[in-house]
């Protein structure tokens, strides 16, 4: 069992927006900002895209957002296109230097 | 450009060693922290352990209980994850990232996995 909770699957069509949701504890994501979201496609490295909960690297478009309330941190992607089809990570800071990670969320682009 | 390019994975018997490396190329080697992070097959992400850019100083995440030791070489570039008595469920492709102090928090709390390797496959089993 994954350390954060993600759900496994999430699905839509080009041009709406989806939110996968990141589950944690008052000991990680609801203790600490450091929130990050990942993008993997299949067979290849994970791409940083979120950092900070809401954070994007330079050269991530815009159409990628994240947000937290309590616990719980949100990756939404808008304008969905079919090269966002892959899986999504989320990962917290929780105490020292560990970092934890979600199980992973398939976005499936219909 | 940053360049990881990680080796040393294989097929290995439980109870065996084996160690992995991973080459470093594009930014300043010895002032970036590194982390190895793991991959099971079909599952999500696993943070295994980091180690600081100048100092060396490591961290391990709770499951490695001793079984593995994280090292660099900053005049060859390279990190090296060595793991020992090994398990089947060791079995998951190992990545080499940067552990960058990206965001606004203290201490560890600013970092972030802003490049990764393609990642080497580690299989254990009889």
């Known amino acids: 069992q994954s350390a954060l909770t993600q759900p496994a699957s999430v699905s839509g069509s080009p041009g709406q927006s989806i939110t996968i949701s990141c589950t944690g504890t008052i000991s990680d994501v609801g203790a600490y900002d450091a929130v990050s979201w990942y993008q993997q496609h299949p067979g290849k490295a994970p791409k940083l895209i979120i950092y900070d909960v809401n954070h994007r690297p330079s050269g991530v478009s815009d159409r990628f957002s994240g947000s937290k309330s309590g616990n719980t941190a949100s990756l939404t992607i808008s304008g969905l296109q079919a090269d966002d089809e892959a899986d999504y990570h989320c990962?917290?800071?929780?105490?020292?230097?560990?970092?934890?990670f979600g199980g992973g969320t398939k976005l499936t682009v219909l | 450009e940053v360049q990881l390019v990680e080796s040393g994975g294989g097929l290995a018997q439980p109870g065996g060693s084996l160690s992995l490396s991973c080459a470093a190329s594009?930014?300043?080697?010895?002032?970036?922290?590194m982390s190895w992070i793991r991959q099971a097959p079909g599952k999500g992400l696993e943070w295994v352990s980091v180690?600081?850019?100048?100092?060396?100083?490591?961290?391990?995440a709770d499951f490695v209980a001793g079984r593995f030791t994280i090292s660099r070489d900053n005049s060859r570039n390279t990190l090296y994850l060595h793991i020992n008595n090994l398990r089947v469920d060791d079995t998951a492709v190992y990545y080499c990232?940067?552990?960058?102090?990206?965001?606004f928090g203290s201490g560890w709390q600013r970092n972030h996995f802003d490049h990764w390797g393609q990642g080497t496959l580690v299989t254990v089993s009889s």
């Open positions: 990232a940067t552990d960058t102090p990206l965001g």
């Open positions: 990962s917290s800071y929780r105490s020292s230097s560990s970092r934890l």
């Open positions: 180690i600081a850019g100048r100092t060396g100083t490591r961290y391990y």
């Open positions: 594009g930014f300043t080697f010895s002032g970036n922290a």
